[in-house]
């Protein structure tokens, strides 16, 4: 059973096009992310949602929107694509606690830009 | 404010050959830390992770790594690679009681040659 998953796994598109990547988990946790690994590899954190409600928003352009429909679903939306847009984007989630607890990762989305 | 670097970009070494990736981070805070291990085409899995106690930690295929306050470090080690064990591996960093944000070095890729 895929504990986070995302669709799609590979995504090309035009500069300018609006797109959006799916991230689901079945793991029952309340707390999702979305991370950006670039080109060399260099992972960062955009977002984090805890219940549906916005928890972590990084100096993100507003160009991405972040959108939870339920706790177990993590959407990104993309508008007016860049070529610097392309990327790995990766999903993961956790159930927090009082300790930092493990973030479970989806398989990444490639998304290139031309 | 925290930062991870991995001194090593890659880092080859023989079959059977002993390892060490090297991590240092920067924190004005107490933090957790962290190493994953990305696999060609893969999400990140957990690898191993220092919450609080001994500061010595093991995972369940043979990597360790110590906490050394003093030196800010986490290095990773195993006495003996398999070839298996070829993957990216990034050490990170969570502030204790913080929004959960993982915080990632750049990366190593550990490469093992037969």
């Known amino acids: 059973d895929t504990a986070v998953s995302q669709t799609p796994k590979y995504l090309v598109t035009q500069m300018g096009n609006d797109k959006s990547i799916k991230c689901e988990q079945n793991?029952?946790?309340?707390?999702m992310y979305w991370y950006k690994q670039d080109s060399k590899k260099f992972l960062k954190i955009m977002f984090s949602?805890?219940?549906?409600?916005?928890?972590i928003n990084e100096t993100v352009p507003n160009r991405f929107s972040p959108k939870s429909p339920d706790k177990a679903h993590l959407n990104l939306h993309i508008n007016s694509l860049e070529l610097g847009d392309s990327a790995v984007y990766f999903c993961?989630?956790?159930?927090?606690?009082?300790?930092?607890?493990?973030?479970?990762f989806g398989p990444g989305t490639r998304l290139t830009v031309l | 404010a925290q930062s991870v670097t991995q001194l090593d970009s890659q880092v080859p070494v023989f079959e059977e050959a002993p390892v060490e990736l090297r991590c240092n981070y920067s924190?004005?805070?107490?933090?957790?830390l962290f190493w994953y291990v990305q696999y060609p085409n893969q999400g990140l899995q957990l690898l191993l992770k220092?919450?609080?106690?001994?500061?010595l930690v093991e995972s369940i295929n043979g990597f360790e790594a110590e906490f050394n306050k003093s030196q800010t470090s986490f290095h990773l080690r195993k006495p003996s690679v398999h070839i298996s064990d070829t993957a990216e591996y990034f050490c990170?960093?969570?502030?204790?009681?913080?929004?959960?944000?993982?915080?990632f070095g750049q990366g190593t890729r550990l490469t093992i040659n037969p």
């Open positions: 993961a989630s956790s159930l927090p606690g009082e300790r930092f607890d493990t973030q479970y």
């Open positions: 793991l029952g946790h309340d707390t």
């Open positions: 949602y805890n219940n549906k409600e916005l928890i």
């Open positions: 924190s004005s805070v107490s933090v957790y």
């Open positions: 220092y919450l609080s106690g001994s500061t």
């Open positions: 990170a960093v969570s502030e204790i009681g913080g929004a959960q944000k993982l915080v």
